[in-house]
């Protein structure tokens, strides 16, 4: 069994997070450290620790973590001028937080890397 995480904690409401998002798959919310004007994160509801971890029954809220992604770029005005969706994984990868966790970043013009 994976470690429990803050984002557990989050998706319960037991420590105070800016929700934007949650159903039954996933959970989206402002990161409390942005790298950007909008710099939200998507979870999946079940903790995953890595990419590594993905399995096949997974993937419905994987893919809902993706058209949650959309709906909030468009609802946040960014959707038009773009944004990036961004997913570490491990150590090495830039992973700090062992829940995956997809980074929607806009509202300003990111260059061609952005350090998460």
Not at 6 to 17: D, G, N
Not at 62 to 83: N, P, Q, W
Not at 90 to 110: A, D, F, K, W
Request: glycine share 6%; proline share 6%; aromatic share 6%.
């Amino acid at each position: 069994m994976a470690q429990e995480t803050i984002f557990s904690k989050i998706i319960r409401k037991e420590i105070p997070a800016d929700i934007l998002y949650q159903d039954d798959l996933v959970t989206a919310f402002r990161d409390i450290q942005p790298k950007a004007k909008t710099h939200i994160l998507i979870i999946p509801n079940v903790l995953i620790p890595t990419v590594n971890d993905v399995e096949p029954d997974h993937e419905l809220a994987l893919g809902r973590m993706f058209t949650v992604a959309r709906k909030l770029a468009s609802d946040a005005g960014i959707a038009e001028d773009g944004y990036r969706l961004i997913m570490n994984c491990n150590r090495h990868g830039g992973q700090e937080v062992y829940h995956i966790h997809l980074h929607l970043v806009g509202g300003e013009p990111l260059g061609p890397l952005l350090s998460l």
